[in-house]
C-alpha cells in the first residue's frame, strides 16, 4: 500500500479522490433510470416482466413472480443447518440492540389545559430491495429487515433479481424467512424500485423503499423520493483506521483487506502516528494478499482508494478522520475510548483491537447499512428511526387560548394571513 | 363550498386530484434547475450573483451579499416593539416543544467485556432556506431555525432573496436574529441551494438544507439530496377537519379557510357525519369569504382542492383520514381524543374545538414544518431529529469475540467474503 505523509494538500487530494465514488457522478444513466421508472408506472406487470426477460434472462410472470412457500422451503434444504444456527444467533443480536432505538410516543400537559407531544408511528408497508447477481448478501438481508420488523412495520415486502433460470439465491431466501419478511418477489434493478413506488398487479405500493443496489437501482431510489421515502443512498464501502503504535499490524492489515475486497471502488485507509506501524501493515496486506481469495479486487480498490497516512500525532489523525467521515471507523489506539469522544463523523464506531469490522458486519448486532462517501456527516445508520413517522399532538382548551389569543392574531396579521388571526379571533367573539 | 357524498370512487377521485399538486409532477423545470446548479456549482460566486440580477433583479456582490449587524439592527428599528414581544413568547415556547425531542447517547455493556451503543451528534452546518417575494414568513423562520439550535448545531446559515433594492424584509431579520441565526445570505432560488450545496466564495457550503420555496427550490434541493441531507420536500398546505354533530360550524369554517388562503394549490377538507353541519360550515364560509381579505386566492383553491364529504360514521372518516394522511388534522367531536388513537397518518393533530389549526403555526410549540400530500404517510414534522445524526459504537474484548469467532467466520464464508473471514480469524491463529 501507499504510504503519504498526511500534508494539507494529500488530504485535499485524497478527500477529492474519495468522491469520484460517489453515486451522484453517474449522471449518465438518470435518463434509462426514468424511462424504466414511467414504463413501469404506465405498463405495470407488463414492464416489470420485460424489463427482467431483458436484464435478467429470466421468464417472470404474474404466477412466478412471488415466492412461494415451497420455493422458501426448498431453500431451508439446501442451506447447511449450521449456518442457519448463526443466521439465527445473529438475528437475535440484532434485535437486541434495535430494541433499544425504539422511541415512544410522548405528551406534557398542564393544568390550563393544554397537551403537547408526539405521537410515533410505525410505518404501514416497506419494500426491501436485496441485490442479487455476482453477491448475495444474507447478512443484509437481516440487517434492513429487522429495524423495520422492530419498529412494527404492518407488512415487509422484499424484492430481489432472479438468476436466468428464475431462481433466488437460498442464503437469501432463508434469511429474509428469518428476519421475518411477508412477501418476496422477483424483480431487481430500477424496474423493482418502480414497482415498489408505484405498485404493479402484482407487487404492493410501499411507503419506504431501502436496501443497497448498484447504480441504476440508487439513480431509481433518488427519483422516487418524495413520492415514498428511501433510506440513503449508499456508495461503496469504506474502512477507516486510527492505529498507534500499539496496534497488532497484521489485525490492521486484515481489517484494511476486509473491506478492500468488497469491490473495486472500496476504499481502505490507516491513518497511524507510527512510521514503523505503516512499513508492517504494508508488509502484512502483501503477505495476506498473496493468499487471499478475491486479490485482484482487492489490489485494485487498494490502487485506487486505498491509503496509508502518516500524521504527526493523534489530533491530525481524528481531524482527518472527521473530514473523511468513514463508513468504518476502527480505533486501535492506547485510549480508544478517549479518542472516540472527538469523533464526529463516522457511521460506526470500532474500539480496540478485537472490534473487527466484520464483527459489525455479521454478528454485534447494530446495523450495518451506514452512510458512505462523506455522508456521515449528515446521515445515520439504518436504524428503527427509518420505519417510524411522527405526527405532533396539541390540544388547547379554551381557558388556555384566551389568554394569548391576541398574540396569535397579531402575529398572523403581521404575516398578512388574515384567515389565520379570523380562525382564532372568531373563537373570541 | 362544493358536499360530496364520500362513496369508494368519490374517495378515488380526490385522493388522484390532490396528488396532482405533488413537487414529483414539475418534471418540466428539472433542466432549468439542473443549469443553475452546474453553474453555480462551477462559477460559484459570480453565477450566484448573475443569476439574483436576473430573477430578483437586485445587484447583490460579495461586498453587499450577508446581511449585517447594522441591517439587522434597523430592522428591528422598523419592527413594532409588541410584534418582537410576540415573536419571544413564541419561541419560548417552540424552544420548550423542542427541547424534548432531544435523543440522548447511550450504552450498554456486559460484563463479557461487550460494550454497544450510539452517539448522537449535531450536525456541524446547517442552511436555513426563507423564502421572500409576495410572502414573508418570519413564523417559518423561527419553526426552522429553533430545532436546529436545540439541536446543537456550531453553524446555522439563512439565505433568502433580496427585494430589488437587495433589501430582506425587516420582519424576516428580526426572527432570524430571535432564533439564533449565525449568518444571513441575500440569495434566493435554486440559486441559493446550490451556494449552500457547494459552497462559494461567500456563501459556506453546509451538511443540510431545510426550509420552504417555490418549484425551483423544490426541485433543486432534491437534486443536491445525497450531496447534503435536505428536510423533507414541502407541497402545499392541507387542512383535514373530522367533525361530527357537536362541532362549531364557525369555528370549522374559520380554520378551512385559515389553509385555503396560502395559495390557490392548498387544500380544505371537512368530512363530516353531519348534514346539517356540512350545511352551516359551507354557509359560514360563504358569509367568511365576503368579509377577509384574500378572498380570490380561497376560492380558487376551494374550487380547486376544497371539499366537505359527508360519511356514515367516524369510522369511515377515521379511514378516509389516514389514507389522505394530511398536513394538519384537526379533530373537532365528542370525543377527539377517541379518535386520534385510530389515526395513523398526519402531520400534526389538533383536539377539540379551541386548537384551532393557526395555534400550531404561530405559537404552542410544535413544529410547523409538516410532511404534505400524503407524505405524512412516511415523513415527519420537522424536528431536532433533523439537526443530529447517529454513529453505531462497537467495543468486544478477546473474551467476549473468542467464543463466537468461528460463527462469524461461518457467515463471512458463506457470502464468499474470505478477507471478512480472515480479519476475524487472524486474531486466534
Known amino acids: 500500500m501507499r504510504i503519504v505523509e498526511l500534508t494539507k494538500e494529500a488530504k485535499e487530494n485524497i478527500l477529492e479522490n474519495l468522491l469520484k465514488r460517489s453515486p451522484n457522478n453517474y449522471g449518465q444513466y438518470e435518463e434509462t433510470v426514468k424511462d424504466i421508472l414511467a414504463d413501469v408506472k404506465e405498463k405495470k406487470d407488463k414492464a416489470v416482466f420485460e424489463y427482467t426477460k431483458k436484464f435478467d434472462k429470466a421468464d417472470i410472470t404474474a404466477q412466478n413472480i412471488r415466492v412461494t412457500e415451497e420455493e422458501i422451503e426448498e431453500a431451508y434444504a439446501l442451506v447447511d443447518d449450521s449456518l442457519v444456527e448463526v443466521i439465527r444467533k445473529a438475528l437475535a443480536n440484532i434485535r437486541d440492540y434495535h430494541m433499544k432505538q425504539k422511541q415512544y410516543s410522548w405528551f406534557d400537559t398542564t393544568p390550563q389545559g393544554t397537551m403537547l407531544g408526539q405521537k410515533v408511528t410505525p410505518l404501514e408497508k416497506v419494500g426491501v430491495y436485496v441485490p442479487g447477481g455476482k453477491a448475495v448478501y444474507p447478512s443484509s438481508v437481516l440487517m434492513n429487515i429487522v429495524p423495520a420488523a422492530v419498529a412494527g412495520v404492518d407488512k415487509i415486502v422484499m424484492t430481489t433479481p432472479p438468476d436466468a433460470e428464475g431462481k433466488v439465491s437460498p442464503n437469501t431466501l432463508v434469511a429474509a424467512k428469518e428476519a421475518g419478511v411477508q412477501e418476496i418477489y422477483k424483480v431487481g434493478g430500477a424496474q423493482a424500485i418502480a414497482a415498489l413506488a408505484y405498485g404493479t398487479e402484482s407487487v404492493p405500493k410501499v411507503d419506504k423503499i431501502v436496501g443497497p443496489g448498484n447504480i441504476f437501482v440508487a439513480l431509481a431510489k433518488k427519483a422516487v423520493y418524495g413520492h415514498v421515502s428511501i433510506d440513503s443512498i449508499a456508495g461503496p464501502s469504506e474502512i477507516l483506521v486510527i492505529a498507534d503504535e500499539t496496534a497488532n499490524p497484521r489485525f490492521v492489515a486484515a481489517d484494511l483487506l476486509s473491506q478492500a475486497e468488497h469491490d473495486e471502488m472500496a476504499s481502505a485507509i490507516l491513518i497511524t502516528t507510527s512510521k514503523e506501524l505503516a512499513k508492517k501493515v504494508s508488509d502484512e496486506v502483501d503477505g495476506f494478499l498473496k493468499v487471499l481469495s478475491r486479490k485482484e479486487i482487492m489490489e485494485k480498490s487498494l490502487e485506487n482508494y486505498g491509503y496509508i497516512l502518516l500524521v504527526k500525532d493523534l489530533e491530525e489523525a481524528v ?52 452512510p458512505t462517501n462523506g455522508t456521515a456527516k449528515f446521515f445515520s445508520p439504518l436504524s428503527v428511526d427509518d420505519f417510524i413517522k411522527k405526527s405532533s399532538i396539541i390540544s388547547y382548551s379554551r381557558e388556555a387560548l384566551e389568554p394569548v389569543h391576541k398574540d396569535i392574531v397579531q402575529f398572523a396579521t403581521s404575516e398578512k394571513l388574515t384567515a389565520h388571526a379570523n380562525s382564532i379571533a372568531v373563537r373570541f367573539e
Open 319 to 370: 481531524e482527518a478522520a472527521n473530514e473523511i467521515a468513514s463508513e468504518h471507523l476502527e480505533i486501535v489506539t492506547k485510549d480508544p475510548y478517549n479518542l472516540m469522544m472527538k469523533i464526529r463523523n463516522a457511521g460506526a464506531i470500532f474500539l480496540g483491537e478485537y472490534s473487527s469490522e466484520p464483527l459489525g458486519d455479521y454478528f454485534a448486532g447494530p446495523n450495518h447499512v451506514l
